[in-house]
């Protein structure tokens, strides 16, 4: 007889590990114990050699489908004599508050299973769930993670829910959102003005046929509300968009399985596993042609954002639907976030009710309250590798492991896209994305949230790490509310930290951070950067930018792209009439006076951003003059491209007393030219896209002969146009770089939190060894 501990560590606590490892030592007639401690799970087995090399084949080989393994320990024991059988040790409350609230979780096959069969206690339930899917974070108030601590505290389970959760051998063992019809939550329909309606008919059956008869539905879904609307009815997504104010930006579409988002879309194997994974997000795929969707979805892009039905409620409600729909019709609902652009998604019936009133016509309620707004996760797979261009539910709070342990610190974030983030000894909990902090219901989203994840982390920060930007929401609260010693970080050094972070890389190296903007040392806008950050010293130093061009009208310039192009012409020296191919005589008085306020340097700051190129660029080519969103003329000038197109535009790399410098002046004078001879916009997308890439490489390159450092990281919103990530990182590999990409948090801002904590720890650390060596 043999006795051997192991101490297992990752994603293991709350995700039915314990009973899993219950169930293998009686398959292999091993005895022995499981808990949960401070140290991880904790697992003693005994038995013949045999029966524990099956064990432990199938511990590490076949964990929970929840559950995520990062490190196993192991050890012998000593054997102990007359033990009876194996047990599951209860947690002390100590050991309790070390253990980590999984994420949400899409619905699993068995539970769907349940669902489908007539037969099953839970036929077509809502609620249903077990160990290994459900609710999870977004219904979880306070820790240790024990039903009472959750929105579920208020329903009492029947005797049959009792029996599951207390049986270790049953999949629902400890499954604290455990319900059935008799004991769970419940639904009901109103109308907009919150009046039941229906009382007689499924609230699922109801929605269904509300939704195809074409209006919009609020549906209170798992960390807040959805605006649903069928996605075949045209008239129904112009008028969703209509009333939700959003004329352009993409909506995603909600399907009930692989089968119908196969006839959506064509998926690699990859995408697949994506859109079935239990965090089961958002995923941006390509649709077939001809589309079987409204043409209005996502004007601006040839990508389509799909998921599958990750409750449910999804589920039975798309059982319903697809019951009133014809044989040749594809059940496919609209499902965006329940929210005006700019707020933060809606969380209760009567916020919703109140918030979304205009909007909806009809509400599909439940009583099941959610305790943190968490809104759908956004993937690509389409790139040199899977990315987050959103990271909220099924991620949060999945923590990225870092290299060391380290003191407590918060990262408050940017602006735009906002996250912070939370340390906790080798881990860093990036919140959910919380969006953008331009009004007060953002930010009491913002500070709600803040609250929430110190009390489920127990954590007290040490210090708070801000953006340089003083305007910021988010720099008000480290300077005025966090109530600790506060440290400022410019903005894109924060970017190079965070994806050093995630790739878990330490020493020097070289940074591109693209994006729109981010306050400059200098007290410019930066945004094209070739950078120096070295985190084992923070060191940081900036070697180039782009040619900083003036930005006409300043924000008002970001939001009309035309102005960024002029202020490329006004440089140039050539007439505002190239804007448009137009002549002279038919500027407008509006472009009159910009061409006087470049003149006299009125409210035109520099800036050296790429986000700005693309807008420019975009402009002069005549795809866009105002957006309705961040981003949309990159996006549409993404789209243009012609990809038969192979040439380039020379892009110079000048060096000046302000560094390494690209020159994008040179590059759009090339733009101009194309345009004037009338080459497609088409093809002169293809070649900018292609240019900037090889240009980006031969300035890394520059930058690497002057310091000998052979790795660079990419970071930035910029980033997240495909095209020009995966050439710039095919360039730089090829030109013998090592290149350190996103993988765990979008490119865009939603980084910089981890970033600013990163760089926290640091002060704090080197701080403490300064006291120690004086």
């Known amino acids: 007889m043999r006795r051997k501990r192991y101490i297992v560590n990752g994603r293991v606590q709350g995700v039915g590990f314990r009973p899993s490892v219950y169930r293998l030592a009686a398959q292999h007639g091993l005895t022995g114990s499981v808990q949960n401690t401070s140290l991880g799970v904790v697992i003693q087995v005994q038995g013949k050699e045999e029966a524990l090399a099956g064990f432990e084949k199938e511990l590490k080989g076949n964990p929970p489908p929840l559950a995520s393994i990062t490190r196993i320990q192991t050890d012998e024991k000593t054997p102990e004599e007359g033990e009876p059988g194996f047990i599951i040790l209860e947690s002390s409350a100590r050991e309790q508050s070390q253990v980590l609230i999984s994420p949400d979780s899409a619905v699993c096959r068995d539970c769907t299973r349940e669902i489908l069969d007539p037969e099953d206690r839970r036929y077509l339930y809502p609620f249903t769930n077990c160990t290994n899917c459900g609710p999870r974070y977004t219904i979880t108030g306070l820790i240790p993670y024990d039903r009472q601590n959750t929105s579920m505290a208020c329903f009492e389970m029947c005797l049959q829910c009792r029996r599951e959760y207390s049986d270790p051998g049953d999949r629902r063992f400890h499954a604290q959102p455990n319900a059935c019809p008799q004991c769970g939550p419940r639904l009901w329909i109103t109308d907009s003005g919150g009046n039941r309606i229906s009382e007689q008919d499924s609230p699922l059956e109801k929605s269904a046929y509300l939704l195809k008869q074409g209006s919009i539905l609020a549906i209170k879904g798992l960390g807040g509300f959805h605006l649903a609307c069928d996605a075949s009815h045209q008239e129904a997504v112009r008028e969703l968009r209509r009333r939700k104010h959003r004329p352009h930006k993409p909506l995603a579409v909600m399907v009930p399985d692989m089968a119908a988002a196969g006839k959506l879309a064509e998926l690699s194997p990859l995408e697949a596993e994506i859109l079935q994974s239990p965090s089961s997000p958002i995923l941006a795929v390509k649709p077939i042609q001809p589309c079987p969707l409204s043409p209005e979805l996502a004007p601006d892009t040839d990508l389509l954002g799909l998921m599958l039905a990750y409750t449910p409620l999804h589920l039975v409600l798309f059982e319903h639907f697809k019951a009133v729909l014809t044989r040749q019709e594809t059940p496919a609902l609209v499902m965006t976030s329940g929210n005006m652009s700019s707020e933060p998604i809606s969380l209760g019936n009567r916020e919703a009710l109140e918030r979304l009133g205009h909007i909806a016509d009809y509400f599909l309620l439940h009583d099941r309250d959610i305790l943190v707004r968490c809104d759908d996760s956004v993937m690509c797979a389409r790139g040199p590798g899977p990315s987050y261009f959103r990271r909220a539910r099924g991620y949060t709070p999945q923590p990225v492991f870092l290299s060391r342990d380290g003191p407590c610190v918060l990262g408050t974030g940017p602006e735009l896209k906002n996250t912070f983030c939370l340390t906790r000894n080798d881990q860093a909990f990036v919140s959910q994305h919380i969006g953008d902090l331009q009004n007060l219901e953002s930010y009491g989203f913002y500070r709600e949230c ?114 960024t192009a002029a202020g490329f012409i006004y440089r140039l020296g050539l007439d505002m009439s190239v804007l448009d191919n137009k002549t002279s005589s038919c500027l407008t008085r509006e472009e009159t006076l910009l061409r006087q306020m470049l003149d006299q340097g009125i409210n035109s700051p520099l800036s050296s951003s790429c986000g700005r190129l693309f807008d420019a660029v975009a402009a002069l080519l005549g795809l866009v003059r105002k957006i309705s969103y961040e981003g949309q003329a990159a996006v549409i000038l993404e789209k243009t491209q012609d990809p038969a197109e192979t040439g380039c535009y020379f892009i110079p790399v000048k060096r000046s007393s302000q560094g390494i410098l690209l020159d994008t002046l040179t590059l759009f004078d090339q733009i101009c030219s194309d345009r004037r001879k009338n080459i497609s916009p088409a093809r002169i997308s293809r070649k900018f896209h292609l240019s900037l890439a090889r240009a980006l490489s031969d300035w890394a390159g520059d930058a690497s002969r002057d310091t000998g450092l052979y790795t660079v990281a990419l970071s930035g919103g910029v980033m997240q146009n495909l095209t020009l990530a995966g050439e710039l990182a095919g360039q730089l590999r090829q030109a013998g770089f090592k290149v350190l990409t996103h993988v765990l948090l979008p490119p865009n801002d939603a980084c910089i939190s981890l970033g600013q904590a990163v760089y926290g720890r640091h002060v704090l650390l080197r701080g403490l060894q300064d006291q120690h060596n004086a």
């Open 450 to 563: 803040i609250g929430h994840l110190k009390h489920v982390l127990q954590v007290s920060p040490e210090m708070v790490v801000c953006d340089l930007h003083p305007d910021y929401l988010s720099t008000r609260y480290a300077r005025q509310e966090s109530g600790l010693p506060v440290q400022a970080l410019q903005h894109h050094y924060a970017h190079i930290l965070s994806v050093m972070a995630e790739n878990r890389f330490e020493g020097p190296c070289l940074g591109l951070a693209l994006d729109g903007a981010g306050l400059g040392l200098d007290g410019t806008l930066w945004g094209g950067e070739l950078l120096y950050v070295d985190n084992t010293d923070m060191d940081m130093r900036r070697l180039g930018s782009f040619i900083p061009m003036p930005l006409p009208g300043g924000d008002r310039a970001v939001l009309e792209p035309w102005r």
